[in-house]
């Protein structure tokens, strides 16, 4: 298209060279401004941003396009007024694309008004539907742009004054359009305006100025784009009533707009998981969600279980078949579908995975699309060719065959239960009445060929990602077309994703996300947060909340709940300490060093008003007192405000200068009270300040709290808590029930409760004289609360070292009670938004409650600005599953939600039949682990279960995910756990587990009675075998008696016969011999005689006492005085004895009484043989053993006739022997012939028992 040169006219008006261009700008200038005076018109007292949409928004073949104002702000012929419009330009048509038209235009009803843009015929940045023609230009209406950026005209050192659009280079254009009553309205347009801190209108260059006349009368916005190339991308919209409203930190406003949030913000961010996190593969190819609520996520390894914090990878080793996942689809009956580039597909119920291929009848093995009708069919897309799926075969479909040899690209079904289909070189289809019916318009038939995805949305409006970089959307019989801006060849829409707020996502495969709302397109890249632009997946989980499945990651969509202003906002660095809202919506912010800021609305803008210092000005502490001024502490004393919403209002000069002010407050009766980094206290009364010299304090005072009884709290930093009046009333510190004298701050709510937040010692509350301390064993996230502000809902929300926290008043006190163990309390952190988790102390007031029930909270990096508001989220109860039980730290089963969680997720509380788990024998320990599926926050969830049969009552575990149980005795239990979500919704059913605990078999019933039967029948025997052995015992005591008796007798009857008798003798022999004295012969045989007798008596006493001795109850002893006996005996005789004695015999006892028996049968042979047999020699030979002892006594005397004997009288020597050796046990043999000497053999039984029965007989 041919251009002009810059002699020709523009539009009527002379273009003059540019050094007189700015003098007639200056004319123009002064025309205007007369103009504006002759109808009365004044710049608006009053700025404020009218209208605003910060994303992006493609224009591409949009024809006449949509409004996207929705009546926000209009303006007719009548109107006087002045408005600002903004708008950014990212130009993918540019002047290799030529022709087209690209505008930001006004319409009035269906009248089309000025545009802004790209002219079809202007080939540059220009304004048409103008009530003028520019220089450039040939059309009427038409005006082109002047712009800064100079395009070379071709000849040497020339240059066209307006700018042609390139791909790449984006440009801001703000215009003004000043109205005129019944005429023309009066137009400035800036290209690229400098928009930084203390620019206007005055200061924009001339050169990127253009002046222009048009009817600008609106009720509409469209963004428009015809012809050539993909479209304009617009953002960044705004109407305003002043031009400083799109400045940043543009210096004070007469007064704030309502709060909005930060232009550079989405209202949106992500959480991110990638391998450090635990996500098997960073390349997440498919996405999909169970019955059971679980989160599966498809890599090129295999698929992976996710709970919101652990990741179960499965594969190979678990039996999953080879192929890289390119599609997931979980159905109605919790089957998991998994579809596999190759590797056919597979299905995964009840642990068990199940492949089938080609030889089970699927057209090829590369899956492409699932999807599950009504009838419970599942429709498997592969790269041949479309199968219904049932019952693990295909089953037959009229029409099916138009689809063999085919790729099927997409498959889904709306909420009417309509199946579609999109399938490469066919197109759409749907099934109506059980056929496939074709979806076409001869309009879009072309890019219908290529579908890649499809969405139906709740509006019925139908979305088409096709082509290389096209979404289409038919709404009703309109179709509407979005071009994806391309930074590679193929940009094309992967995936489409509704949100139940009817919000439609895109995902490319280059570009990042798409989001539709309102009839707004916005970009999401990863910029914005997003773990990669190469977006693979996308779903909708039942909490409704947007999964992306990235090359790098997977992501997940969360609301920001919490709006951050730092830098960006005009705030500058550092940290914000006190906060007042001086005027609706109007928030005065001061910084230690850095003085007041003020919030425009938008943005912040610093105020140095007088009375503060200009170097070095402090604003620690501020105070909104009663009657709407501001008091202002910092480190030079106390500055006041009286209208702090009149933006030159000057203080008067500081009170109690040189003091560091820490703390304000005001009573009841409008004094003013001051606390010092010093610990001095402060009080101001009728506009006099008095110290408060009863009050001596070594620390810095933190907080100043009035009551309604006239008392006042006092907050120190080291000195705990004080209550005063005009002296101290009360002191409370760690003595007291405080666990920290560093008190941070404080909050007197209504019904009269003192909450004290402390350094370390977590939240306290003081009511009626008793004091409940709450840290983090109860629940708080932290022991350190530096700021307490309390929402409409009867919740208080904690600042700290580590974010905030709201968690209810109700359950505190609740926990106070000891109705419940622990709290759970929302926290909030870098996640939702803040720049820093820490948040400014020391100082009162701290934090802000804003008229509107705002809660501005300031930290170390700026502030953070949350809604507290509960926001209607129709949050779903999560689903519980019990994953695994371990019996002695070994894996003994896993379970699925099928079997034993709610069946069909939240809403349906239909318990599923419960399955039994046995358990062996013996003492196991037993360790249940689950799991609760709620995404919003998993790591808030909380679970409470019980072991009916063992636990008396439900076991809080907090957010632990195992129960314990050392010992479970033998019997029958159930196990039953239920999860809550962040926001307090319980799953009423939870997930349940029989168990039965075998007993061995001793732990039986019949073991048992037989076991008490037997128990009693032992304790009868032991009984009885008791009785027995007393009775037992009794017997041998009274046979020891017996035996110790007859011992005595025989003990006394040997004294009697041998002492006795030879004592007599001795006696009558001494008588004799006395009588006889005088006969010395007949003396001599006396005392020969007595002397016999009295050797005999010693013999006879020797033996007596070598029978009772206890140390000679042994055979070896009664053979040796057997020998000492016989060589007595023999020793002055004629006869020789020869002993034949063993020297070592056996230790076998020998008592008194068979000792003395025996010797005494070997005494009587002996003895017989030595006076009687007339022996030459006497043989002893004795043999013996453990059992028994032989005895054999043989001499060489005369002999005797044994047979005549035994007719003799029974006392003779021979039958006293027999007695003997009868009592004993023994036996007694005597052989002897006439002439041929005697043999006699004592045999005796040795055995201990054989010796002890014979004792006691």
Same mark, same amino acid.
């Given at each position: ?27 123009? /200038? ?60 990212? =130009? ?10 690209? &505008? ?13 843009? *790209? ?68 137009? #400035?347009? !800036? ?81 991110? !998981? ?95 699309? @699932?999807?599950?009708? /009504? ?35 997409? @498959? ?20 109506? *009445? ?148 001086? &005027? ?32 070095? =000005?402090?604003? +620690?502490? @501020? ?52 606390? #010092? ?21 070594? $620390? ?95 919740? %208080? ?10 968690? /209810? ?21 870098? &996640? ?53 039980? %371990? ?48 995404? +919003? ?16 009552? !439900? ?81 041998? +005591? ?61 013999? &006879? ?37 020869? @002993? ?31 006076? $009687? ?13 453990? *059992? ?70």
């Amino acid at each position: 298209m041919p251009r002009y040169s810059f002699s020709q006219t523009l539009g009527g008006w002379l273009y003059l060279a540019p050094s007189r261009q700015r003098g007639f700008a200056k004319i123009l /200038s002064s025309w205007q401004l007369l103009i504006r005076m002759a109808l009365g018109f004044a710049v608006p007292a009053r700025a404020a941003i009218l209208w605003s949409d910060l994303g992006a928004t493609l224009a591409h073949e949009s024809g006449v396009g949509d409004d996207i104002l929705g009546g926000a702000v209009k303006r007719s012929n009548s109107s006087s007024d002045a408005l600002y419009f903004k708008f950014h330009i990212d =130009p993918l048509s540019d002047v290799a694309t030529e022709e087209y038209f690209a &505008a930001f235009q006004l319409f009035a009803g269906d009248k089309e008004g000025l545009a802004v843009g *790209n002219s079809l015929k202007a080939w540059g940045y220009s304004a048409f539907n103008a009530a003028q023609t520019g220089e450039s230009n040939k059309v009427f209406g038409d005006c082109d742009l002047h712009s800064s950026r100079l395009e070379a005209s071709g000849a040497v050192g020339t240059f066209l004054p307006y700018e042609l659009p390139r791909r790449g280079i984006e440009n801001t254009i703000v215009f003004k359009v000043q109205y005129v009553p019944g005429s023309n309205d009066l137009v #400035t347009v !800036w290209m690229n305006p400098d928009l930084g801190p203390g620019a206007s209108e005055a200061s924009q260059l001339a050169s990127s100025t253009t002046f222009l006349q048009a009817d600008a009368s609106f009720d509409q916005i469209h963004l428009r784009h015809g012809g050539g190339g993909g479209g304009w991308t617009f953002s960044d919209m705004a109407i305003a009533t002043s031009f400083s409203d799109f400045v940043t930190a543009s210096g004070i406003e007469s007064e704030a707009a309502p709060f909005d949030t930060p232009h550079d913000m989405l209202p949106f961010s992500f959480r991110s !998981w990638q391998r450090e996190q635990g996500l098997p593969q960073n390349s997440v190819r498919a996405l999909a969600q169970t019955r059971d609520g679980y989160i599966w996520v498809g890599s090129d390894g295999g698929v992976a279980r996710f709970d919101g914090l652990r990741f179960v990878s499965f594969g190979l080793r678990e039996g999953l078949g080879s192929g890289p996942v390119r599609t997931l689809f979980g159905d109605t009956r919790g089957t998991l579908w998994i579809g596999s580039a190759g590797g056919g597909l597979t299905s995964y119920r009840d642990g068990q995975f199940t492949t089938f291929t080609i030889r089970d009848g699927l057209p090829a093995d590369s899956i492409t699309a @699932l999807a599950e009708d /009504s009838q419970g069919r599942l429709w498997v897309g592969t790269e041949a060719g479309l199968v219904l799926w049932q019952d693990n075969r295909p089953v037959s479909l009229s029409g099916i065959e138009e689809f063999k040899g085919r790729a099927v690209t997409t @498959l889904f079904k709306d909420r009417h239960g309509t199946m579609w289909l999109g399938a490469r070189g066919v197109g759409i289809f749907r099934l109506l *009445n059980g056929q496939l019916a074709h979806y076409s318009d001869p309009s879009m038939e072309s890019l219908l060929q290529d579908p890649h995805c499809l969405l139906v949305d709740r509006a019925g409006r139908v979305w088409i990602g096709v082509g290389d970089d096209l979404v289409l959307c038919q709404d009703g019989d309109q179709w509407r077309r979005y071009r994806i801006p391309r930074h590679l060849t193929r940009p094309y829409v992967s995936a489409l994703a509704e949100e139940p707020d009817g919000t439609v996502w895109a995902g490319s495969v280059s570009e990042g996300l798409f989001r539709f709302k309102d009839g707004k397109l916005t970009t999401v890249t990863a910029s914005s947060g997003l773990s990669d632009n190469l977006v693979e997946s996308l779903l909708i989980d039942r909490e409704g909340k947007l999964w992306v499945g990235t090359g790098a990651g997977l992501n997940r969509l969360r609301t920001k709940k919490f709006s951050s202003f730092g830098p960006g906002e005009g705030l500058g660095y550092g940290a914000v300490q006190g906060l007042a809202e001086v &005027a609706p919506g109007v928030i005065w912010a001061g910084k230690p060093g850095d003085g007041l800021y003020r919030w425009e609305g938008r943005n912040f803008s610093r105020i140095t008003p007088a009375g503060l210092p200009r170097k070095d =000005p402090q604003a +620690n502490s @501020l105070l909104l007192a009663g009657d709407g001024s501001c008091w202002v502490g910092g480190e030079q004393g106390l500055v006041h405000f009286k209208k702090p919403n009149l933006p030159a209002e000057a203080a008067g000069p500081p009170a109690l200068a040189k003091l560091n002010i820490s703390a304000l407050a005001e009573d009841g009766s409008g004094g003013v009270w001051v606390g #010092t980094h010093e610990g001095e206290l402060w009080h101001q009364i009728k506009g006099r300040w008095l110290p408060q010299t009863n009050l001596i304090l070594g $620390h810095a005072i933190t907080a100043i709290v009035p009551d309604k009884k006239g008392l006042t709290w006092i907050a120190t930093e080291g000195e705990g808590l004080y209550q005063y009046s005009t002296l101290v009333q009360a002191h409370y510190d760690k003595s007291s029930g405080l666990l920290s004298d560093f008190i941070r701050t404080l909050y007197l709510d209504a019904e009269g409760a003192l909450w004290i937040g402390t350094a370390g010692g977590g939240l306290s509350r003081m009511r009626n004289g008793i004091t409940a301390t709450f840290t983090t064993r109860e629940g708080l996230s932290e022991n350190t609360i530096s700021q307490i502000l309390e929402d409409d809902e009867g919740r %208080l929300w904690l600042g700290g070292n580590r974010g905030i926290a709201a968690v /209810s008043k109700h359950e505190l006190d609740e926990l106070a009670a000891g109705k419940i163990s622990a709290v759970y309390p929302q926290a909030y952190g870098r &996640a939702e938004g803040m720049l820093s988790e820490e948040c400014t102390g020391g100082f009162f007031p701290a934090g802000l409650k804003t008229k509107s029930g705002l809660l501005w909270f300031s930290t170390s990096k700026g502030i953070v600005v949350v809604d507290p508001r509960p926001r209607p989220t129709g949050s779903p109860s999560p689903s519980t599953v019990i994953e695994e039980v %371990l019996l002695d730290g070994v894996v003994g089963a896993e379970f699925r939600s099928s079997v034993h969680g709610v069946d069909g997720g939240a809403g349906n509380s239909r318990e599923k039949e419960q399955e039994i788990l046995r358990i062996p024998p013996g003492k196991h320990r037993l360790e249940l682990r689950y799991t609760g599926l709620s995404f +919003n926050a998993p790591e808030r969830v909380r679970f409470r279960y019980r072991l009916a049969g063992l636990d008396p009552d !439900w076991m809080d575990a907090g957010t632990r995910r195992t129960a314990f149980y050392s010992y479970v005795p033998p019997g029958d239990y159930s196990f039953r756990v239920k999860a809550c979500n962040s926001d307090g919704v319980w799953d009423a059913t939870g997930a349940g587990l029989g168990l039965k605990v075998s007993p061995h078999f001793w732990q039986t019933w019949w073991f048992m009675g037989i076991s008490a039967i037997g128990l009693l029948g032992a304790v009868g025997g032991v009984a009885r075998v008791a009785e027995k052995r007393k009775l037992q015992r009794r017997l041998a +005591n009274l046979e020891q008696e017996r035996t110790l008796q007859r011992e005595r007798e025989r003990i006394a009857q040997d004294l009697h016969d041998d002492l006795g008798s030879s004592l007599a003798r001795i006696s009558l022999l001494s008588g004799l011999a006395k009588a006889d004295k005088d006969h010395p012969i007949q003396l001599e045989t006396h005392v020969n005689k007595i002397a016999q007798s009295a050797n005999e008596t010693v013999k &006879a006493l020797e033996e007596i006492v070598w029978a009772v001795r206890p140390d000679s109850d042994s055979l070896q002893s009664l053979v040796e005085y057997i020998a000492h006996f016989a060589n007595e005996l023999f020793e002055d005789g004629n006869a020789r004895c020869r @002993l034949d004695l063993p020297h070592n015999l056996p230790t076998v006892p020998m008592p008194p009484e068979v000792r003395h028996n025996i010797f005494l049968v070997v005494k009587e042979v002996l003895t017989n043989s030595f006076k $009687h047999a007339c022996a030459k020699e006497i043989r002893v030979r004795a043999k013996a053993s453990s *059992n028994s002892l032989e005895i054999v006594m043989q001499d060489d005397g005369k002999g005797f006739d044994v047979a005549a004997l035994s007719g003799l009288e029974k006392r003779n020597g021979l039958t006293n022997m027999r007695q003997r050796t009868l009592s004993v046990g023994g036996n007694l043999a005597v052989k002897s012939e006439i002439g041929k000497g005697t043999m006699v053999t004592l045999s005796v039984n040795c055995r201990p028992e054989t010796v002890t029965k014979i004792i006691r007989e």
